[in-house]
């Protein structure tokens, strides 16, 4: 089955610095990724999409200077978070629409936990 | 507005039970819908999914789960809970290329 990876899978940064986060489609070819955050014991929220090629679109309330999305490729897309606080720490899930099958499927990356200190 | 309701915060059920967690949900389109579940510090594992056909489908784990139209619903059941069920389960609605929209989940425990 078609496999998203995420990497870091856990990092703990400083407070005012950067943490770059890499989602990758690895047997497939994702021209749109999702991401989403979730907050402990509490549900996915989206932050944006990214399509390849061009800009991103966020969400209503996400910070797109805080929230850096780059989707240079078919495969990969990534995350910054700029100038990390600590309450940006939370638990980051990408997910990737597989661009060559079915338009509905997509499928889930394990998840990065970000703890800024 | 598109939302999805998961209306049990939190259920046990004794192992060997049965279960069943609601989920209903409001979608303007024709919605696309899944359950996940997700162990604590972990991803989100598909459970089953329903894009059309066969209201009733079957998933991974002995899961099932019913589109009921009329109702909005799509709820979960099991009919006999193991302990490694314990985890957090969502429901969530889409449309085809679009993001999902998640329920605010269900946790499960099983007592013993």
């Known amino acids: 089955g078609a496999v998203v990876s995420q990497h870091p899978s856990r990092v703990i940064c400083k407070s005012g610095t950067s943490v770059k986060i890499e989602c990758r489609s690895l047997?497939?070819?994702?021209?749109?990724m999702f991401w989403y955050r979730q907050f402990p014991k509490k549900s996915l929220m989206l932050m944006a999409t990214?399509?390849?090629?061009?800009?991103?679109?966020?969400e209503q309330g996400v910070e797109k200077d805080k929230f850096l999305i780059n989707h240079a490729s078919l495969t990969l897309s990534t995350l910054t978070v700029t100038s990390a606080h600590p309450e940006d720490s939370s638990f980051y899930i990408c997910?990737?629409?597989?661009?060559?099958?079915?338009?509905?499927?997509?499928?889930f990356g394990p998840g990065t936990r970000l703890t800024v200190t | 507005a598109q939302s999805v309701t998961q209306p049990d915060i939190h259920i046990t059920v004794s192992e060997g039970a049965s279960l069943e967690l609601r989920c209903n949900y409001s979608?303007?389109?024709?919605?696309?819908l899944f359950w996940y579940v997700q162990s604590p510090g972990q991803g989100l594992q598909l459970l089953l999914k329903?894009?059309?056909?066969?209201?009733l489908v079957q998933g991974i784990k002995g899961f099932e789960a019913e589109f009921k139209r009329s109702q909005s619903s799509f709820n979960l059941r099991k009919p006999s809970v193991h302990w490694s069920d314990a985890a957090e389960y969502f429901c969530?609605?889409?449309?085809?290329?679009?993001?999902?929209?998640f329920g605010k989940g269900t946790t499960l425990s099983v007592s013993s």
């Open positions: 990214s399509n390849e090629g061009s800009k991103a679109t966020y």
């Open positions: 329903y894009f059309s056909g066969d209201t």
């Open positions: 979608y303007g389109a024709t919605p696309y």
């Open positions: 969530a609605v889409g449309a085809a290329g679009t993001a999902l929209i």
């Open positions: 997910s990737a629409r597989d661009s060559s099958g079915t338009s509905y499927e997509q499928y």
């Open positions: 047997d497939f070819q994702a021209t749109t």
